[in-house]
C-alpha cells in the first residue's frame, strides 16, 4: 500500500495528487512540490491517505518538502504581485484598446516569469502590452489565450444544480458534449437551460451519456409493442431513472409499468416475410414499368 496527499494551488482549484514520501502531513500545512513549470507553493487539502499501487498514476510526483517561514514569505509578496500586475494590465489594455478579456493573472514561485490568461474572440496583437508589463516588472511575461470552458475553470462558480461547476471541481480535460447527449436525457433544448456557465454545453452531459445509453437498452424502445398484465399495448415513453415506461392501450387508456414487468411481444414471422415480400414485387414492377 503506498500513501497520497491532496494539494491545491489556489483556494478555489482542485486538488492534486502528490507522494508525501517520507513527509507526515496534515490538512492546511504548506509545501514546495516539482511541477512542469519549477517549483510551486502548495497547500495540503486532503492529508496522506493508503492508495493500492495499481490506483496511482505512475508519473506521480513527491512533495520536495515542507515549506518553511522564507517560503511562505515569498508566496504571500507572489500574491501582492499579482494583484498588482492584474490591475496594470487591465489599464495597459484600456490604454491600448485591445478587444480581449483578462481573466487572471499567475506568478511563478520563483518570480521568474508572470502569466497573464485572457479570452479573445480572435487574434491579439499584444507585443505593445508584452513591452509596457516587461518595462514595468522587469521579468519573463508569457500572454496565453484560452477559452471559454477554460475560463469557466479557473474562475470557478455554481452551476444549474447548486453545486461547483464540475470543470472545476473533478474534471481534468475537457471532453467533447453534443446535443445528442441532451436528447437521450429528454431535455428541453432549449440553449439557456443545457449551456453551463461558459455558454457552451454542459459538461455534465458527456459523463452521464454512458449511463443513459445502458439504461435506455434495458428498457423497450418507444413504439414497440408489449405485453402487460392489464393486456397488450405500445409504449409511447421512457422513464429511464426509474425504470418504467408508459404504455398505451387500443382503448386509449395509458398506464406505467416497471421495465422488469413487461415483455416485448416480437412480430410474427410470416408477416415480416410477406412485407418484405410486397416490397420487392413493388419494386420488379417499377422496374418492367421504366423499361
Sequence with gaps: MNKIVGIKFKQEGKAYDFDPGPYVLDRGDYVIVETERGFGFGTVS??????????????LKKIFRPANEDDIKQH??????????????????????LIMNLVDVECLFDG????????ADGRVDFRELVKKLVYEFSVRIEMRQIGVRNKAKMCGGLGRCGREVCCASFIQQFS????KMAKIQHLSLNPTKISGACGRLMCCLAFEYDTYC????????????VRTEKGTGRV???????????????????????????????????????????????KEKKTKNES
Excluded: M, W
Excluded at 498588482?84 to 491600448?96: P, T
Excluded at 467533447?176 to 446535443?179: A, E, G, H, K, M
Design 46 to 59: 486532503t492529508p496522506s491517505k493508503h492508495t493500492e499501487p495499481s490506483k496511482i498514476r505512475k508519473d
Design 214 to 225: 445502458n439504461l435506455k437498452n434495458e428498457s423497450p424502445k418507444s413504439g414497440t409493442t
Design 176 to 179: 467533447p458534449v453534443s446535443v
Design 76 to 97: 504571500l509578496e507572489n500574491l501582492a504581485l499579482e494583484k498588482r500586475a492584474y490591475k496594470s494590465c487591465l489599464g495597459y489594455i484600456s490604454e491600448l484598446g
Design 236 to 282: 409511447i415513453r421512457q422513464d429511464i431513472l426509474r425504470g418504467c415506461v408508459v404504455v398505451q392501450f387500443e382503448n386509449g387508456t395509458q398506464a406505467e409499468f416497471s421495465s422488469d414487468r413487461i415483455r416485448e411481444v416480437k412480430p410474427e414471422p410470416g408477416r415480416a416475410k410477406k412485407r418484405t415480400y410486397r416490397k420487392y414485387k413493388s
Design 112 to 119: 521568474s516569469k508572470i502569466i497573464f490568461y485572457f479570452t
